[in-house]
């Protein structure tokens, strides 16, 4: 079992930064492959990027490579999201989750994007990006 705290939401204008973090419980933070997704009002939860475990291997959606950065630090056993030139777009809730090492090590390129492959979810935080 892991818990997930996300923090760092706010409102902010359009073009700033604003980091995420998603601190986690887990007794062994390098057993969980981790993600950050993000719903909007009136829309379904999507995703915006996953990390593997040592951090090594990572994922984008589209709309965010180049501008968005995924991060952990098993030190402080936290991943963050590093989103730089904030568009009015990028509104939503922020959510991050887990899934056991185990079962990621068989998952495609596709499972990594899916929402369902997830089994652990924080609260979420809000960001709110005004033009």
């Known amino acids: ?3 997930l705290v996300e923090s760092g939401g706010g409102l902010v204008q359009a073009g700033v930064s604003l980091r995420l973090s998603c601190a986690a419980s887990a007794r062994t933070f390098t057993n969980y492959v981790m993600g950050w997704f993000r719903q909007a ?3 379904d939860r999507e995703f915006v990027a996953a990390i593997s475990s040592f ?5 984008y959606e589209d709309s965010v490579k180049g501008r968005f950065t995924i991060s952990r630090a098993s030190a ?5 999201l590093q989103m730089n030139s904030l568009k009015p777009e990028d509104t939503a809730v922020y959510y991050c989750a887990a899934a056991d090492v ?7 390129a596709t499972d990594w994007r899916t ?16 033009s």
């Open 1 to 3: 079992q892991v818990q």
């Open 41 to 43: 009002p009136g829309k």
């Open 55 to 59: 951090g090594r291997i990572t994922y």
């Open 76 to 80: 402080n056993k936290t991943m963050y």
């Open 102 to 108: 185990r079962s990621a090590s068989q998952w495609s």
């Open 115 to 130: 929402r369902g492959k997830y089994d652990y979810w924080g609260q979420g935080t809000q960001v709110t990006v005004s």
